[in-house]
């Protein structure tokens, strides 16, 4: 008879107990939102650093819905892909990611005036 062998042991866990970061493993980044002034009274927010694993225009358009303001994906040399909103929306945008669970409050910084 043939012997038998045993198979190598494998943990379908051992991954997820990498850490309980609500964004994905291997971003340690920390997701900015900023605010720029434009013309007059006019403002344009941005969000940076949200994992690629995120489809971004789903969530431009779950903003615009939620927030009633107009929004884009921008292509940014040095950044990346970057979120911006017309007017200010630095404290909508903080608490929908938390609510939603995109992101923990530590994970958050918010930039501006």
């Known amino acids: 008879?043939?012997?038998?062998?045993?198979?190598?042991?494998?943990?379908?866990?051992?991954d997820a107990?990498?850490?309980?970061?609500r964004l994905p493993s291997g971003t340690e980044d920390y997701i900015h939102i900023r605010v720029q002034q434009r013309n007059g009274r006019?403002?344009?927010?941005?969000?940076?650093?949200?994992?690629t694993n995120y489809d971004k225009k789903k969530l431009v358009k779950a903003f615009k819905k939620k927030f009633a303001?107009?929004?884009?994906?921008?292509e940014h040399s040095e950044h990346g892909e970057v979120?911006?909103?017309q007017g200010d929306q630095?404290?909508?945008i903080r608490q929908f990611?938390?609510?939603?669970?995109l992101?923990?409050?530590?994970q958050l910084k918010v930039h501006g005036f």
Not at 4 to 11: A, E, K, R, V
Not at 17 to 21: H, I, N, R, V
Not at 42 to 51: A, H
Request: aromatic letters at 4%; one cysteine or more; a negative charge.
């Open 69 to 74: 303001c107009n929004g884009t994906v921008v």
């Open 42 to 51: 006019k403002t344009l927010t941005t969000v940076q650093g949200i994992s």
């Open 90 to 92: 630095r404290k909508n």
């Open 103 to 106: 992101a923990k409050e530590e």
């Open 83 to 85: 979120i911006q909103l």
């Open 1 to 14: 008879m043939s012997a038998i062998q045993n198979l190598q042991t494998f943990d379908p866990f051992a």
């Open 97 to 101: 990611l938390i609510d939603v669970d």
């Open 17 to 21: 107990s990498k850490g309980d970061d």
